[in-house]
């Protein structure tokens, strides 16, 4: 059951008399276990609405709505996510990477399906049963994105550590069957569930198609905080480049838009990233397929439409070693806008996670502060640095502590028209 805690003014609920106390007990007569159970009877048009009120009489409601109107219902905490705790015990798993010393949330490992609904978590399934599986049915949770790995259960058991998750091919071809759309990936680990492994994953995956609508390929990720565990291997160029090319021939066998690498594999490889418009509509972009060329889109976009200066002056950026290429060569294009604007790229040599992870969105004020010297008036960082919704870097420091470290005005930028937009404002400031 769910306490009411507030209603709102002039809502169904207030016309049917609630009162906040009141508790609900669930709907069409069946328990409430979350408020994925409220928001989906507040979007149905009619059901039975258990209550009981603070007085202690049980009543059900019939209700009778529109789709689009609400109950206009707050409910208390019990009924809020708290995250299921993972049971894997991924050869890959980055919590187990992390140097001590940092934020407690980010050693807590969560795996559930709920937060693959709502946040697009990735998931590998472990904890859901049918009783779950029947849930999402009902629920119509979707879509979901789920860590799929491999296909053959025992190379998936080798990397996970727990035969449950070795079952994900069963529970999404059950889900596939009853209409929720799902969004996969696969991390990649070298010698284990690469060549062959990939090939035979992504053919049973394509064959679930269209529930299945994607898989993104993504090399695993290694810091130098690895002492005691499973020891994986990089992948190289070469490696990386076979790759590439293994999924690009899959993508174009199966008609395109359906499995794509990672960034970082193009850039592992030295090889060419694709065209924008070769992502679709970039369903994988938060695992970093398409998020070079999405942000080049957009900064050509704005860069088309920015008001011009001639002001004279200088522009540090932040970025990691993966970027700095791209980076420097869109900031070129600036001069056409901004000739006498100077950018000055900063890009940092991961030594807090180990050189190996280049990525931006792991650079942390740690390695910046040692790193850069003599900094302009304003520096740009991207947001991936920080937490979402936050001004706090994964290392503990905030943006002004960083600003006082190394004495410059930051600013955020949230991706190409933001960076450019960011440029055009400094550069006509007056």
């Not at 399934?125 to 009783?131: A, C, E, H, R």
Request: with cysteine; proline share 3%.
């Amino acid at each position: 059951m769910a306490k009411i805690i507030a209603i709102d003014k002039g809502s169904i609920a207030e016309e049917l008399g609630l009162e906040i106390g009141d508790e609900v007990l669930g709907f069409d007569g069946e328990e409430i276990v979350d408020v994925l159970d409220y928001a989906y009877y507040d979007s149905q048009d009619s059901f039975v609405l258990n209550i009981k009120a603070k007085q202690g009489d049980v009543v059900d409601i019939e209700i009778e709505k529109d789709e689009t109107e609400t109950l206009g219902l707050t409910l208390d905490e019990s009924v809020q996510l708290e995250p299921m705790r993972c049971k894997n015990k991924c050869l890959f798993c980055f919590v187990d990477q992390l140097p001590k010393g940092m934020r407690e949330t980010l050693y807590v490992k969560d795996d559930d399906y709920r937060l693959s609904f709502v946040s697009g978590n990735y998931v590998t399934l472990s904890n859901v049963g049918q009783k779950e599986l029947d849930r999402i049915v009902k629920l119509h949770l979707s879509p979901l994105y789920i860590s799929v790995h491999a296909y053959n259960k025992d190379i998936k058991t080798k990397l996970v550590s727990n035969p449950e998750s070795a079952k994900v091919f069963e529970k999404i071809s059950f889900l596939a069957e009853h209409g929720i759309v799902m969004h996969t990936q696969i991390v990649l680990c070298k010698g284990i569930n690469d060549k062959d492994a990939l090939d035979e994953t992504l053919k049973n995956l394509r064959d679930l198609y269209p529930a299945v609508q994607s898989v993104a390929v993504i090399p695993v990720g290694l810091t130098c905080h690895r002492q005691n565990l499973y020891p994986l291997e990089q992948f190289d160029k070469r490696s990386s480049r076979e790759t590439v090319e293994q999924v690009e021939k899959f993508n174009r066998e199966c008609g395109g838009n359906f499995c794509w690498c990672s960034d970082e594999f193009y850039i592992k490889a030295d090889m060419p990233l694709p065209d924008y418009c070769d992502y679709g509509d970039f369903c994988q972009i938060e695992n970093g397929v398409g998020l070079c060329a999405e942000f080049a889109n957009a900064f050509d976009n704005a860069l088309s439409l920015a008001k011009s200066s001639d002001r004279e002056m200088e522009i540090a950026v932040i970025t990691g070693q993966s970027f700095k290429n791209i980076l420097s060569g869109l900031c070129e294009t600036l001069k056409v806008k901004f000739p006498n604007v100077r950018i000055k790229i900063c890009d940092i040599y991961n030594d807090f996670f180990g050189r190996s992870i280049t990525v931006s969105g792991l650079v942390t004020p740690t390695d910046i502060i040692k790193q850069v010297s003599d900094m302009p008036e304003y520096t740009i960082i991207p947001s991936t640095m920080l937490r979402e919704f936050t001004d706090t870097f994964l290392d503990g420091y905030t943006v002004s502590d960083l600003e006082r470290a190394i004495d410059t005005k930051i600013v955020v930028s949230h991706g190409g028209e933001s960076f450019v937009k960011i440029i055009e404002e400094l550069a006509n400031k007056r």
